[in-house]
């Protein structure tokens, strides 16, 4: 995408609630072009929005309405459909047809001039399109090659009605003649008024163009080319390119005539004469089908190139309904009259000279004059501004967020670089303050799912991921760190904090308890441990609580904090009770004394002396000694096992 695209702050808006901008096609002096998806019909739709600047001009809006009504209320093939007109807030836009294709104009640089076939079919669906505008009443006004469009499915159309205005108020002032000079009729130079005529000479004036490659009339000033218009009289095409039919040459003299009077009534007429030229001609207009190139798809345009051959005739042409023409006669009369004019051409040639003079003015060093937008990208403000300054511009800054683009450094214009505007233009500089903030909300405990999409959507990459087993939910976040794509000090985002478009986030997820694995065999534990992919080792010990293998309990993690997947868990594994040796020095004392010791070694004791061997019992503990023990003096027992005294009688 282009600095230009990426700074036009309409491109992924959604407009009205229902259009979704996905790119610019174009830029004009009215409106910028987008191309947009209609998400109520789910189609592709071009959106034609005016100009900020002028929202406030209610010339201009009421000519930017105009031509939503103009093209609503013809309903013809080879006319560019308009959708819908509205307002949002104060954006006003047009939705049209969206037609991928390309421009006449983009297909004359591409072949220069076309050949008789090309021409008649693109002219035979040129004038269609205008004969019905004609017919509803409605003029052009701003015929040319860029606005007919060539779409990529063969259809041939004509477009931007921005200046069309009904034939009974077809005045203005030399102030606002905004159709291009080239194809300019000499009645607006000199009179500022306008027709279905004047629609009919800028039609002679492109279709000399077409037939030759170049424009009639040339000059290094616009004023040049006006007076030409206005003094002058177009060539034939044959005089540059001798194989265009005599036919061609009469229809572009009598369309081209410089009085109105002269030139065919409106479209319908011109029409008649073309198809009653094709007929003659022995030729058909075929529509194009090899156009590739669309007028929002500028990768495809070396396919271009393939442009439409036009295709032998393969059907007949409707009669035209016109009085049968003797061309040769035709042009001897025009011939005539040209000359009976050679009496009074000086005295207009001296009237026109004032009218030249003031559009000399306006076009060459006055409002009307234009100058071509620097480009002022990556640059200071300042730097920006004296470039424009240079060319009789004013730098108006606008803070845009870039990915890319320092802070502080330009990223390009509004209009865009090579635009002309007129002298003493604001041009909007766009000045980088580097990549977006947002304002991330603590984070703690929340799902990691969740936290994933925050940070995502705040265009904060999420890296890294370490899992840890803790007392909380299983996915819930423990931590999340950001990383600066300025490549700062990472710091800690756990509890909410500003975060730029670009950076890198980790984050620290639960994943639950560690499993409990205490009273469980030493196998059992060693299996539930690996199912979350911690490992174990095993230490044994004795215990007198806890059976034989069974888990007395585990070690807390080497170094601190909590389990993480791949830690080694330490198992304390009973083996049972520890074994005790019994003294042998308790043979020979007192039942009192062994049984005292005995105990004090974790024995239980059986005195014998209390089971009705001796009639007085433990009374006699202190006179009687001990003889032997079971087990045996000197051998071991676990602790807690019964050592049964044997007294001396």
């Known amino acids: 995408m282009s600095t230009s695209q990426q700074a036009d702050p ?213 004023m040049q080319i006006a007076y030409q218009h206005a003094t002058d009289s177009v060539p034939r095409p044959s005089a540059k390119v001798s194989t265009v039919p005599e036919q061609l040459d009469e229809l572009v003299l009598w369309s081209t005539e410089r009085s109105p009077d002269d030139r065919p009534v409106d479209a319908g007429t011109m029409l008649s004469r073309l198809r009653e030229v094709e007929k003659e001609l022995g030729l058909a207009p075929q529509v194009a089908r090899a156009v590739s190139v669309g007028i929002a798809t500028p990768a495809t345009a070396a396919e271009s190139r393939e442009l439409t051959k036009v295709l032998p005739q393969t059907a007949s042409l409707p009669q035209a309904s016109v009085d049968d023409h003797d061309n040769a006669t035709h042009l001897r009369a025009r011939t005539r009259r040209r000359t009976a004019r050679g009496a009074w051409i000086v005295a207009l040639v001296l009237l026109l000279a004032g009218s030249a003079a003031g559009l000399g003015w306006w076009f060459g060093s006055g409002p009307g004059s234009l100058v071509a937008v620097p480009d002022v990208a990556q640059r200071s403000f300042d730097d920006a501004a004296t470039a424009l300054a240079l060319e009789q511009l004013q730098a108006q800054p606008q803070e845009v967020n870039d990915f890319d683009v320092p802070a502080g450094t330009t990223v390009g214009s509004d209009p865009a670089a090579g635009q002309r505007v007129d002298k003493d233009s604001v041009v909007t500089v766009f000045v980088s303050v580097g990549p977006a903030t947002h304002q991330i909300p603590g984070l703690a405990g929340v799902q990691a799912d969740e936290v994933r999409g925050i940070l995502e959507s705040a265009v904060v990459t999420v890296g890294d991921e370490a899992t840890e087993f803790t007392d909380a939910d299983e996915g819930a976040v423990l931590g999340v760190t950001i990383t600066p794509r300025s490549g700062a000090e990472p710091f800690a985002c756990t509890d909410g904090c500003t975060v730029y478009e670009g950076d890198t986030a980790s984050m620290v997820v639960s994943l639950g308890p560690i499993p409990d694995v205490v009273g469980l065999t030493a196998g059992q534990a060693e299996r539930a441990l690996d199912d979350v992919e911690l490992q174990s080792t095993r230490v044994e010990e004795y215990s007198n609580s806890v059976d034989s293998g069974d888990v007395i309990s585990y070690d807390a993690r080497s170094g601190g904090g909590n389990w993480r997947p791949g830690d080694t868990v330490t198992l304390r594994v009973s083996i049972g009770p520890r074994p005790v040796q019994i003294p042998e020095n308790v043979i020979g004392k007192s039942i009192r004394d062994a049984v005292a010791q005995l105990q004090g070694l974790g024995f239980e004791v059986n005195a014998g002396i209390e089971d009705g061997t001796l009639p007085l019992g433990f009374r006699y503990w202190d006179i009687y000694k001990v003889r032997a023990t079971n087990p045996a003096a000197g051998s071991t027992a676990p602790q807690g096992a019964t050592i049964t005294l044997t007294p001396t009688l």
């Open 10 to 222: 309409l491109i992924g808006r959604l407009v009205d609630g229902r259009y979704r901008v996905r790119a610019r096609i174009a830029r004009g002096g009215m409106a910028t072009v987008y191309v947009a998806t209609d998400l109520r019909l789910e189609r592709r739709v071009a959106l034609k929005v005016m100009h900020g600047h002028l929202s406030d001009d209610t010339v201009f809006q009421s000519r930017f309405i105009q031509e939503a009504r103009s093209a609503a209320r013809l309903a013809d093939p080879h006319v560019v459909n308009v959708f819908d007109q509205g307002q949002d807030g104060e954006m006003a836009y047009l939705v049209m047809e969206y037609l991928p294709g390309i421009t006449l104009r983009e297909l004359l640089r591409e072949q220069r001039r076309l050949t008789v076939d090309q021409t008649l079919t693109i002219m035979d669906a040129i004038l269609s399109g205008l004969a019905a505008a004609h017919r509803a009443g409605i003029v052009h006004r701003d015929v040319k090659p860029e606005n007919v469009l060539l779409a990529e499915d063969g259809r041939i159309k004509i477009g931007d009605f921005g200046l069309a205005r009904a034939t009974t108020a077809n005045t203005a002032s030399g102030a606002q003649l905004m159709g291009t000079i080239a194809y300019l009729a000499p009645e607006l130079v000199t009179r500022g008024t306008a027709d279905a005529r004047s629609d009919i000479y800028s039609l002679g004036i492109m279709l000399y163009e077409m037939l030759t490659g170049e424009q009639p009339y040339k000059g290094e000033q616009p």
